[in-house]
């Protein structure tokens, strides 16, 4: 192994950087192309990094090939909505059986009620669902569905919380849905519980994800879940599961998984097949306040809600690909590599652990128990990045602030691959890692 000795961390990542540029030329000049017509040359802002993102050609399997020539095994999985790996052949054959029957039909379609059917079984607070476009949709219209049925004006979210392009809660950040916000700590208590019984009588609804996901894969506890629950059945307030992410970490969700149910519950990502997609969905009393053949109906808009695409994708995801079987089956082996990661990391002592759950899980450089948003922000942000880059060498994809989330392709030999060059990380750069 390549042993780094007598070098900044600081200066490892500019040469890793400089290293990156030198591979990958037409990544870049796809880069400087995309700066004209579009700021920073993006249209997803996640998907930035420095110096410049990698442009990818395509994805087969568990692996993507990027514009330069180079393969990666794919610990992305399109942040939780790949689920499925690349061209799936159920998932192919779903989409080209509804695109040979045209799409756009201003109608409804077959899809639609098999779709509902399959979601609806799975997840045990959704007795009925409606569709959307994205996952910031359905919390839009979750949230919008729970002012109007308690006639309150006030929501709940997490400090450091994230629920789609306009629900993005670190501190700093402007470009929020501009409704009334009351703040909880994630996994405090003591303070989340003090916080609405302040504001009890005009919150309409308390949104969280059970795990925050790209909040760094951080679990809530038990004891914080059953509070909300306590307290939202006391008050009258809508409980709101963001399961856009954590649906996926066992066959009824995060929620069947820890046994706290709440009112209402968002899904996006990988329910689709990896179409744009989004629903909520809760009792059906709840539910029926959409129901058109009521006078007082709320309506619900949306061009693209019953798409046949999507609809057509998400079915054969959710009953082909992602049966409750394969999800048993994949958060089983993500419990596997996330323990085998830990135990590399402890063995070489260096500040850097994987948290998380089942299929999904983070990388945070420091060492103690990552339990909030606020611990996490004591890692090595650094290192992280120099992480991200010497993965991506050894041909491994992950997101650049560190998540990671299986796809149902990945090999055990991609696997052990992944762990190997973790190892490598470990010993190669442990100067750096305190
Ligand atoms: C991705 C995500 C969203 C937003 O979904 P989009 O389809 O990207 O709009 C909302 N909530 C959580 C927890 C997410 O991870």
């Known amino acids: 192994m390549n042993v780094t000795r007598n070098i900044t961390l600081d200066a490892a990542i500019a040469d890793a950087k400089r290293d990156y540029t030198d591979r990958h030329a037409a990544s870049l000049a796809n880069h400087q192309r995309a700066l004209g017509p579009m700021p920073g040359g993006n249209t997803r802002s996640v998907l930035f990094y420095d110096p410049f993102p990698l442009t990818f050609a395509r994805g087969e399997g568990a692996y993507l090939y990027d514009i330069d020539g ?28 509804a695109l040979d029957g045209g799409i756009n039909l201003g109608g409804h379609n077959t899809y639609e009620p098999r779709f509902a059917e399959a979601v609806t079984a799975r997840f045990p607070s959704m007795e009925q669902v409606r569709f959307a476009n994205s996952g910031t949709e359905a919390n839009i219209l979750a949230i919008s569905t729970a002012r109007a049925k308690t006639g309150r004006a006030k929501v709940m979210v997490m400090r450091n919380g994230y629920h789609g392009a306009v629900f993005t809660f670190s501190p700093g950040v402007n470009i929020n849905a501009p409704y009334d916000y009351v703040y909880g700590t994630y996994n405090d208590v003591a303070a989340t519980a003090a916080e609405i019984a302040a504001h ?112 057509a994708a998400g079915h054969a995801a959710l009953t082909e690909v992602y049966t409750p079987e ?70 491994f994809w992950i997101a650049r602030r560190g998540m990671m989330a299986l796809n149902v392709m990945l090999s055990q030999g991609d696997y052990d691959g992944f762990a190997d060059a973790v190892e490598e990380f470990a010993v190669s750069r442990k100067a750096l890692l305190n």
Request: net charge neutral; charged share 20%.
């Open 200 to 311: 009890a009588a005009d919150l309409a609804c308390i949104i969280l994800e059970p795990m925050l996901g790209g909040g760094g894969c951080i679990a809530a506890s038990r004891e914080f879940l059953q509070m909300l629950r306590d307290a939202a059945t006391k008050h009258g307030i809508v409980l709101i599961f963001d399961e856009v992410m954590t649906s996926r970490l066992s066959p009824g969700g995060l929620q069947a998984k820890v046994g706290v149910i709440p009112d209402m519950t968002t899904l996006g990502k990988y329910v689709g097949g990896g179409m744009s997609f989004g629903a909520f969905g809760g009792g059906a009393e709840l539910m029926a306040l959409f129901d058109p053949r009521r006078a007082d109906a709320l309506p619900h808009a949306g061009t693209f809600n019953n798409n046949v695409l999507t609809m």
């Open 326 to 395: 394969a999800a048993a089956q994949l958060n089983a082996t993500g419990e596997k590599l996330r323990a085998r990661l830990n135990m590399i990391c402890e063995r070489h002592g260096v500040a850097m652990q994987f948290t998380g759950i089942g299929s999904m899980m983070a990388v945070h450089m420091l060492r103690g128990a990552v339990k909030s948003p606020a611990d996490a922000a004591r890692g090595n942000m650094a290192a992280k990045e120099l992480l991200f880059f010497d993965l991506l060498k050894a041909g």
């Open 70 to 97: 180079n393969r990666y095994a794919d610990f992305l999985g399109e942040y939780t909505a790949g689920i499925a790996g690349h061209s799936h052949p159920a998932i192919r054959r779903a989409i080209i059986e």
